[in-house]
């Protein structure tokens, strides 16, 4: 099979897989609703029940936890390969924390604008994200020409910890309610409440997955060694910066839809590269599609496994990755 | 006779008010070309390696690939021309070795061109060129060091450059597999016309194979020429501090170096005992 082949076969299966997931999700819930009814022009609007449950309800939070899924999960994989280093997330370099302590402060500090229909939580966390990314990237380019990735590990590691003090902080000085609203953001939440929200994330997303798209098999070369890549034609100072600015921007709007969702950008990957290989061409889409898939699973069984009571999604993606993660690593070994 | 590549009064620091790591290098390579590069660790064999080919761009001084500057080409159009070999291949994710070697193809297509009949004819010409061809679909982490080395070599083939530049390509490798890339290397030069230079510790494979040397401490070119000329007694006790044996080896007919003694001690000792 030609090397396009497989690559068209494979995504496809995994497109096919995560379409349907999304299809089926909104239709299971505390109330159930059937699709043909939902989808039934002929019923007036108001009188469809069926249809407002699917379109108003459940269908925004199907496709944020796609959305949120597959940027997570891409991140993910364009931050291993550039750090060289399997065990690197989404949120490895700081994106998450100052995602985190942007939300804190619009909470704390009541801001209450809205842009567009976004609230002032998203954008704050936007904003914040793009702050740490700054930093992290000032700090990393500062000390020599190009990008030192050992310098983009330490500078992130570190402030993901100074920011988290902060957080513990400005936490500490709010009072009870607002750090309740503040904790319960950080485990994330796809009941985005209308598409606004989604609409507003994707362009960011969208321009960063074709900056993915363009560097597939650029991180490929990065896996095999840094000085051998540029040895056969890699800018390798020009893609690692598009690498970093691109997954943290991602990462950014990812976070302000949804929250600091942990373990989809170290799980989905690992598990799509056990299947598929390593070759970014695949692991890449594959991982995205995945990842909007699974995140919408674990989003339905956090809204049914306790129902009426809805489990943080971050809080399932946490339980289920963390055992799951962990079996990895003692069957490979 | 006109160099191919050529390094013309090149000196590097990898930082500012950090030391020349290259100092003043001048080194021509011609077409056909097998030349060593020879020295002591840390005396810039690697990032003379690196200013040949282009990956770091000379302090001062300058690289001309043919006519043209190498700098004023981009890393895509350099490296069409020359493959590198680099020390040292640790992988960051799992590969099969056929996906090492069509990586060598990556100058050669576009952004989102996948590799096509012609590439995949070519990653296979390498695969069997370098005897690796029964190892193609193994995992690349699985192979002997021997095997690894061959399929890395064979990558920087399919890059189908005519000048490959290859770093201490056997210095983690045992006897065996240090002749068998010594025979491969010199095939490749000989049978297939590819150009070399290669940086190595192995004064008896740089003897048995390289028709030129060149020898390099402290950033510095102690002597270049034919290895007959270069590969005296004198010249490797200037350039290790070792006195040494030089002689045609009646079996090869290839010169042999056979290190005697160390002609002053490279780390003062200072006599204490060690507790035990």
Known sequence: MSIRRRIVTVVAAFATFAIAVMIWAPTVGSTPISLARAFDRSIPWDDNVDAQIFFVARLPRVLAGGLVGATLAAAGVVLQALLRNPLATPFTLGVSAGASLGAMLAVTMRLEMTVLGITSIPLASFAGSLVATAIVYALASSQRRGLSTNVLLLAGVTLNAFFSALILFVQYLADFAEALRAIRWMMGGLDVGSYFPIVAALPFVLISFVAFAMMTRTLNLLSVGTEAAAARGVEIVRAQRLAFMSASLATGAAVSLGGPIGFIGIIVPHLVRLIVGSDHRIVLPASALFGAAFLVLCDLAARTLMSPIEIPVGVVTALIGGPFFLWLLVKRS | ?276
């Open chain 2, 1 to 276: 006779m006109c160099a191919l590549l050529w390094a013309d009064n090149v000196s590097f620091r990898y930082a500012a008010g950090a030391p020349l790591v290259v100092d003043g290098v001048t080194v021509r390579l011609t077409d056909g070309a097998l030349a060593g590069i020879l020295g002591p660790n840390g005396s810039g064999k690697t990032t003379l390696l690196r200013l040949l080919s282009g990956t770091r761009r000379p302090t001062s001084g300058r690289v001309l690939l043919g006519e043209r500057p190498l700098d004023q080409l981009s890393r895509r159009e350099a490296a069409r021309q020359i493959a590198v070999v680099p020390q040292e291949t640790e992988l960051a994710f799992e590969y099969r070795a056929i996906e090492i070697v069509l990586m060598g193809r990556h100058p050669h297509l576009g952004v989102f061109t996948v590799e096509g009949p012609d590439d995949i004819r070519i990653a296979h010409e390498a695969l069997a060129a370098t005897g690796t061809s029964h190892v193609a679909e193994r995992m690349f982490h699985e192979l002997s060091g021997g095997e690894k080395q061959r399929i890395v070599i064979a990558a920087a083939l399919a890059q189908s450059a005519h000048l490959l530049l290859l770093d201490e390509p056997t210095a983690s490798l045992d006897l065996g597999y240090q002749l068998e890339i010594s025979s491969l290397l010199l095939w490749l030069n000989q049978e297939q016309g590819v150009t070399m230079a290669i940086s190595t510790h192995d004064l008896n494979l740089a003897a048995s194979i390289c028709r030129e040397l060149i020898l390099m401490r402290d950033g510095r070119v102690l002597a270049a020429g034919p290895t007959a000329d270069v590969l005296t007694p004198e010249n490797v006790m200037r350039l290790y501090d070792v006195e040494a044996d030089v002689r045609i080896n009646s079996e090869t007919g290839h010169m042999t170096v056979v290190p005697v003694r160390l002609a002053a001690p490279k780390r003062n000792r200072e006599g204490g005992r060690i507790s035990r």
